[in-house]
Each structure stands twice: as structure tokens, then as C-alpha cells.
């Protein structure tokens, strides 16, 4: 059966970590696939050559979802990542081939982008802990990484806060697992860069920048090392569901606008006012929620990466 993506694969002569890059995860975040394919070009006419370690590039990783330019073909291939014995949709099948690829990798950068306007910026996993949720011991290996991408703001406790609403929803925190979950599940890490308005024409330089930065960093090319960024770190804490249709937003909130403890962020369908809980951001807010699904996180102020 022939792959469901291409897949590019450069390895040097020397020892190195094994880098995997992802484009279009969600298929129409087409930045990345922009960025990996000049990437491409500048590999083969060796203006960028791998001497360390491997490098694998994924342009376009949700075929469908990408040929319809939207951000899924059946469902989200960005949650409950896992293989399956019986595959029941297009991002089951592609799950079955990007597993066992994020297996074989130490570090991932997954390049997307997102639906309302907005700065770059990077999301985090877990610090270091031997918890059940996400156990991990490479956060200083992926806080290294994630200021050397070339964005200033950081977004981490993703796993965490969408953990505790799924848990409310009564569905599994598995289904949290997405790329970098995934790779960190299995003994590596990895960030996904978010860079930039889905049409925004400077997300793709994000991203190219973010790859060659990348390359640079882990010294799977010989290049100047990019020094580390100071960063504007925010941790999400909490999320709200949207409850029911006639839940509203006070205004057309966009991601990472400051909430003061207290402001007025919505109203449920039945008139009860929603309130931010302290001094904060409000993240990822979705007018579209269905009922039972998320409506917006909030976010706070942390000094992991400043
Ligand atoms: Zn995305």
C-alpha cells in the first residue's frame, strides 16, 4: 500500500540526534509544508547539508485534509494519536504510519499555524516529573530548543488543563495525546511552533526560520549557534466548556488577549456571568464550541522561560 506522505530522509556521517519535521499536521496550516519545501531545495543543492545525526522532513502530513485545505479530513489527527489494529478513518490510517515514524525520532517540531490573528509562538510540554499524566525528563532539552526557534512567547500546561476539562467531560485524558505527547511518551520531546495566522505571508518564514534555527541548534548542520531568547512564558490553568448553545462571549475575544481577575469573559445560555478567575490571558477561544467541547482556556503569567 503505497505511504499516505512523503517522506525525506537525510542522515550525516556523524553521530547526532534524529530530528523529525512535520508540515500540515492540521491540513490547512499549510506554513510549515511552504517552509519544509524550500528546506528541501536548499538540501538538494547542498546549500544546507546534514553532517550529524538525521533529519526527516514530512511536508504535507494529512494528505486529505491538506487537498481539501481543511484542518481535518475525519477527525483531528493532532488528538488521541495511537496506533490501531482496525483503522476506521483517514487519520487512524495516517496514525498507524506517524507513530512508529515519531518512534524512531529523538526531537520533533511540528509547524502549524492558527485561526485568528496573533504572534508566534511555541508550545512547551511538562517540566521535568514522574507523574502519571505525562512523565518526562527531557524539559531542559525542549526549553533549550524552544528559545532557539526564533519566537518570544511560550505556551506550556497544555496536557495538564486539557486533562482536567476532558476528565469534567467524562472522556479520556488519552485523548490529549497529540505529535509531541506522543514523541515524549516515547523517550523523546518535542515543540510545536505555532507560527502565525493561517494566511499570515510571514508565518511560512517563521517556520523556515524556526527549521534552520532548529538545524543550527542540535548541530545537524554547521552553522553559527543561535542564541537563546529570553521568553514571555504563559502556563494554561484552567478551561471552560461551552455548556450550551446560548453560551456567549461578552465580545470577539482573540487568543492571548489580557484578562483582569474579575472581567467579564461570556454568559451561559441561562444569563450566570462568566468571570476571569484572577489577572491572565485568554487562550484559544472558540465562538464555534459545540456544546461539551472547549470554549476558551485562560492562562497565566509564569517565569519558566524568561
Ligand atoms: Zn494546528
Not at 531545495?41 to 538525521?54: F, I
Amino acid at each position: 500500500m503505497p505511504s499516505l506522505f512523503d517522506t525525506h530522509v537525510f542522515r550525516g556521517s556523524q553521530a547526532g540526534p534524529r530530528l523529525l519535521i512535520l508540515g500540515a499536521v492540521h491540513g490547512n496550516e499549510k506554513c510549515g509544508s511552504i517552509a519544509i519545501e524550500r528546506a528541501l531545495k536548499q538540501l538538494a543543492s547542498g546549500e544546507l547539508q546534514v553532517l550529524r545525526g538525521q533529519l526527516t522532513l514530512v511536508p504535507v502530513t494529512n494528505r486529505l485534509a491538506y487537498e481539501r485545505n481543511q484542518r481535518a479530513g475525519d477527525r483531528n489527527l493532532n488528538r488521541n494519536l495511537q496506533r490501531t489494529a482496525a483503522p476506521q478513518d483517514n487519520e487512524d490510517r495516517i496514525a498507524n504510519e506517524l507513530c512508529p515514524l515519531l518512534e524512531a525520532h529523538d526531537v520533533l517540531l511540528d509547524l502549524h499555524s492558527f485561526h485568528s490573528p496573533g504572534q508566534p509562538f511555541v508550545m512547551v510540554g511538562p517540566e521535568d516529573n514522574t507523574g502519571s499524566l505525562e512523565p518526562f525528563a527531557h524539559a531542559a532539552e525542549e526549553e533549550s530548543l524552544a528559545r532557539r526557534l526564533g519566537v518570544s512567547r511560550a505556551v506550556d500546561g497544555w496536557l495538564d488543563t486539557y486533562a482536567r476539562g476532558a476528565a469534567r467531560r467524562g472522556v479520556s485524558s488519552s485523548y490529549g495525546m497529540g505529535t509531541t505527547e506522543y514523541l515524549r511518551a516515547h523517550g523523546g520531546y518535542g515543540v510545536t511552533l505555532e507560527c502565525g495566522q493561517h494566511e499570515d505571508p510571514l508565518a511560512p518564514e517563521v517556520a523556515h526560520r524556526a527549521i534552520l534555527k532548529g538545524l543550527a541548534h542540535l548541530r545537524l548542520v554547521d552553522a553559527p549557534a543561535p542564541a537563546a531568547q529570553a521568553m514571555e512564558t504563559l502556563r494554561l490553568v484552567d478551561v471552560w466548556d461551552r455548556e450550551q448553545p446560548g453560551d456567549r462571549f461578552a465580545r470577539p475575544w482573540t487568543s492571548f488577549e489580557p484578562l483582569a481577575a474579575g472581567e467579564l469573559v461570556g454568559w451561559r445560555g441561562n444569563g450566570a456571568e462568566v468571570r476571569a478567575p484572577a489577572d491572565g490571558f485568554i487562550v484559544f477561544p472558540n465562538v464555534n464550541a459545540t456544546p461539551g467541547a472547549e470554549w476558551f482556556y485562560f492562562a497565566a503569567r509564569d517565569r519558566r522561560l524568561a
